[in-house]
């Protein structure tokens, strides 16, 4: 088993980054400053690529700050980060 698997049973960070996704927990200041910068120079259509993206924690401040309409894609080793990423925006992929 490679190391990397270790984070498949610490859940509970998993879950914090959850709880970031979902409003539950206030954003991160560095997620905050990341979406700050991407907004200025995000335009219509544009795709974003998060690699190792947790369970989506980055998406919600970008979505909050971004005034244009973009693509996302959140890659993550981890399938529990997954998991709880689908969970924590299922309904908001579903809306659209």
């Known amino acids: 088993m490679s190391t990397w698997k270790v984070w498949d049973k610490e859940k509970a960070y998993g879950d914090l980054f ?3 996704a979902t409003g ?3 954003e991160m200041e560095s997620s905050k400053a990341l979406a700050r910068i991407i907004q200025s120079y995000l335009e219509d259509g544009d795709k974003i ?3 190792g993206c947790g369970a989506g924690h980055y998406l919600r401040s970008i ?3 971004a005034t244009n309409k973009f693509h996302y894609l959140g890659i993550d080793q981890t399938a529990y980060y997954i998991e709880k990423a689908n ?3 299922s ?3 579903n809306d659209k």
């Open 18 to 20: 959850f709880k970031r």
């Open 24 to 26: 539950e927990l206030p």
């Open 49 to 51: 690529g998060d690699i």
């Open 63 to 65: 979505d909050k700050r």
């Open 87 to 89: 969970e924590a925006f």
């Open 91 to 93: 309904k908001k992929i």
